[in-house]
């Protein structure tokens, strides 16, 4: 039946029809949920010293991926994107179950797709457990269990004013790669060779989040684009944020773009799955270390601000000091809604 009313967005759609109902059970009851729907996992109590964090991520074809993308590149993606959320709480993989609908049952597709699924299991020693398998439009879905001890899991809502804000790696070059597949923007073939990957094959942070756990007072990882992402934490933090756009951590292949399109693609495009985190400023040399151990780029790119108003606000500071005009800032502060 179509509905009259003006569409639902994403977040507005869980919220209504699943997350109050939710809360409202876990309210009455909490049994062993420490904690349900709004963060990048949720948490289950596992024993006296542990909790298990639990995820799940889909991806559908047409949606996430062309209909003929590469099996081997699709499966592993499928448990990086999960194994992400898990980076993004500090948990350490347990395992995880794939639910598949298969247009046909092809040996040439299925054994690359288990090539790349099992070469990104092996590598996180994260086992599959189970699942489900059926005819249909090609869908992947997999839910991933971590294990987290007891208390530590880095959540949403924990950013305090004046915590540093950081960003792993570099942000924008998987909206790079979409664009160029797309041809909105013509890039080399060693250019597109040298980022395809971090649209392809993400790497989930997992060694990054377990590091943070005693360090940073909040975390997610952008799936959806840096900014919209970030706005979770502040909207669940009740905080607001002075982000510096000359900050954001891009590759030398985005550098060659204009600079409007570096700093859309950096600050809104999503898939990148790196950890966008908030630390007190007295880490900082802790997390010049983790950056040092992992050899991975950790950039302070602002700040945690006191809530000015209801809404968080997200205040982005241009390369002369000058605070971007709202519109300036409006195309940069969208990030991606299957609905919107
Ligand atoms: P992420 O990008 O970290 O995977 P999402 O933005 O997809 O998170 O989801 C936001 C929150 O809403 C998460 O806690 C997720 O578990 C929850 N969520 C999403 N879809 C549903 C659903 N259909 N039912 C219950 N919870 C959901
Ligand atoms: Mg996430």
């Keep these: 039946m179509q509905s009259q009313s003006s569409p639902l ?3 507005d759609l869980i919220q209504r029809f699943f997350k109050t109902q939710s809360e409202a059970m876990l309210a009455a009851n909490p049994r062993s949920v420490t904690l349900g729907i709004g963060d990048d996992c949720a948490l289950l109590k596992a024993g006296p010293l542990e909790e298990i964090a639990i995820t799940s991520d889909m991806l559908v074809s047409g949606r996430h991926f062309f209909a003929d993308a590469n099996p ?9 994107v999960n194994l992400s959320d898990l980076a993004a709480m500090g948990a350490k993989p347990l395992g995880f179950t794939l639910a598949l609908a298969l247009p046909d049952a092809n040996p040439f597709w299925l054994e690359a797709f288990s090539k790349g699924l099992f070469a990104i299991a092996n590598q996180y020693a994260c086992p599959l457990i189970g699942g489900d398998t059926t005819a249909g439009p090609l869908n992947i879905c997999i839910t991933a269990f ?6 530590k899991a880095i959540r949403r809502s924990g950013a305090l004013e004046g915590d540093d804000i950081w960003v792993s790696g570099t942000i924008g070059d998987a909206r790079l790669t979409l664009a160029a597949l797309r041809h909105e923007i013509e890039l080399s073939q060693t250019d597109l060779a040298l980022i395809e990957g971090r649209m392809h094959q993400p790497t989930p942070r997992i060694e990054l989040g377990s590091a943070l756990r005693e360090i940073a007072n909040s975390a997610l990882d952008i799936s959806d684009g840096l900014l919209g992402d970030l706005r979770h934490v502040l909207k669940q ?3 607001d944020a002075e982000v510096f756009l000359d900050r954001l951590p891009k590759s030398a292949t985005l550098l060659k773009q204009s600079l409007n399109t570096q700093n859309q693609y950096a600050a809104s495009g999503g898939d990148d799955y790196e950890l966008c985190f908030t630390a007190p400023t007295s880490q900082r040399e802790a997390i010049a270390k983790i950056s040092a151990n992992l050899h991975l780029p950790l950039t ?11 809404q968080p606000e997200i205040s982005l500071i241009h390369q ?3 605070k971007l005009s709202p519109q300036g800032a409006s195309a940069l502060l ?3 809604d299957h609905f919107a």
């Design 72 to 80: 081997e590149w699709l499966g592993w993606k499928a448990l990086a």
């Design 146 to 151: 971590g294990s987290i001890p007891k208390e």
């Design 320 to 322: 002369n000091g000058m």
């Design 300 to 310: 302070q790119i602002g700040s945690i601000r006191p809530m000015q108003s209801s």
């Design 334 to 336: 969208q990030s991606f």
């Design 9 to 11: 967005g994403e977040f």
């Design 237 to 239: 933090s009740r905080k």
